[in-house]
């Protein structure tokens, strides 16, 4: 079966892949485009690791097949950052030890970084809701919630 | 695996009809990706719906609304209009996984699923939605309760798919609501699902009802003595009682992981209860 040829952009860069029909987004991204940022924890949606935007909404990558981006604009953590300046939810991470294995962390930043787009003033409620898809089995959750928060109302200063 | 994407409902359909393998249809993939993954699913072509543009609308249509098949979740949560009218089942919908997974999941796809537990569907049931089929015969309205026919499977002929889910006009002074218990406050399974939609006179006397349990029988489930429980009442406590008596004598769950035969049956009148009680404040009842 010859591969399929899909054209699209990824952290605003035009892009081209080859991929087999049955092949996710995450296994594109990592294995054909080297992008291995956005990781595999479950591969059933459950966890949240993979998560991207495409078209601007969060989504699981490993639920989408890597054809189905053809045109589409997805976002990855690799377009977090601006070349060395962090993203101010990569600082609040950091300052607030908001990991620890890490494998979570990549999908927690595109996660909250697509709900404070959309809430840049959310409760602490409403940040734990949008978050409940992403998986951290190391921290307990609360330094990630505060990270979130943190960053949040330095964003909101900020602009 | 084909990978089809095609732009026209008959394009969608022709595919899906003369395949001769195993043809899946491909909406959010929620559900359809993780059969693929768990080699549950190994199909031989998908066929993508999201490149319909029909498919991807909510529309107005006889003062009701039809939600295109490849409609997400986040999309209905999004459209105030629409959950202005029912806000029932787009709540229902949104209760559906993750915010990833609301980006993705679609109301036909968790009907097509056909799992007893679907969040959407019970809501849509008591909200009297009808599917859309479309197939190489033409098209057919169908009560999206006769769509799934026992878990996993659907009464779908081949070659035949939903292209929308249609619900009613919503009326003035009605209200719908859904409600599911699960262990924890978010991503799971419901235990028991409950969706009520009824309507009030001017006076809050309850002229229509319409009443659905899910995850306590093969398929989601109609009550109709639960619906007759709050016809020619005001909602009041005994009409309430009524209504919760009749939901769990409907319900016939079995025990698993999840919960026992008495847990489901005590909870389906719970549910029942306390989502009238919110689906006749919608409506405009009195407390």
Not at chain 1, 89 to 116: D, M, N, W, Y
Not at chain 2, 247 to 274: E, M, N, Q
Request: one cysteine or more; glycine letters at 10%; a negative charge.
């Amino acid at each position: 079966m010859s591969k399929i040829h899909v054209t699209t952009s990824v952290n605003g860069d035009p892009t081209e892949f080859l991929c087999e029909a049955d092949e996710t987004l995450l296994d594109a991204l990592r294995d054909r485009l080297g992008m291995t940022g956005s990781k595999e924890g479950c591969g059933t949606g459950d966890c949240g690791a993979c998560s991207v935007t495409v078209d601007g909404r969060l989504v699981c990558s490993c639920l989408m097949l890597g054809a189905e981006a053809e045109g589409r604009e997805i976002g990855t953590i690799e377009g977090m950052a601006e070349g060395d300046t962090l993203h101010p939810l990569q600082r609040k991470f950091i300052e607030h030890a908001a990991l620890q294995c890490g494998i979570c962390t990549p999908g927690l930043l595109v996660a909250a970084k697509s709900l404070l787009e959309k809430h840049p003033d959310p409760t602490e409620e409403e940040a734990r809701y949008w978050l409940a898809g992403n998986l951290c089995r190391c921290t307990g959750y609360d330094k990630i919630i505060r990270a979130v928060m943190d960053a949040a109302q330095e964003m909101r200063e900020a602009s | 695996m084909q990978y089809l994407a095609p732009t026209t409902v008959e394009e969608a359909v022709s595919a899906l009809a003369s395949h001769s393998g195993d043809c899946r249809i491909l909406a959010g993939g929620t559900d359809l990706l993780v059969r693929m993954r768990s080699d549950m699913a190994d199909p031989d072509a998908v066929v993508d719906l999201k490149r319909i543009d029909a498919m991807k609308q909510i529309t107005p249509e006889d003062g009701g609304w039809r939600i295109g098949a490849a409609v997400s979740g986040a999309e209905m949560g999004e459209h105030a209009d629409l959950v202005a009218d029912w806000p029932g089942v787009v709540e229902a919908t949104n209760l559906i996984g993750s915010t990833q997974i609301q980006g993705r999941c679609t109301m036909a796809g968790n009907l097509c699923n056909a799992s007893p537990a679907a969040d959407s569907v019970p809501a849509m049931v008591a909200a009297g939605a009808v599917a859309r089929v479309v197939g190489p015969d033409g098209t057919r309205v169908v009560p999206v309760e006769e769509i799934p026919t026992a878990p996993g499977r659907t009464s779908l002929e081949k070659g035949e798919l939903v292209d929308a889910i249609i619900l009613p006009e919503r009326g003035a002074r009605g209200g719908d609501a859904y409600l599911r218990f699960i262990p924890r406050t978010e991503m799971d399974i419901a235990v028991v699902g409950c969706g009520v939609s009824l309507t009030l006179d001017d006076d809050g006397t309850c002229t229509a009802a319409r009443v659905a349990l899910g995850a306590v029988a093969p398929t989601v489930i109609v009550v109709p003595e639960a619906a007759d429980a709050l016809i020619g009442t005001k909602v009041d406590d005994a009409a309430l009682d009524a209504l919760s008596a009749a939901c769990s004598a409907a319900a016939k769950p079995i025990d698993d992981k999840r919960g026992t035969v008495d847990f489901r049956v005590h909870v389906a009148g719970v549910l029942a209860k306390r989502a009238a009680v919110i689906a006749k404040k919608r409506a405009g009842g009195a407390a």
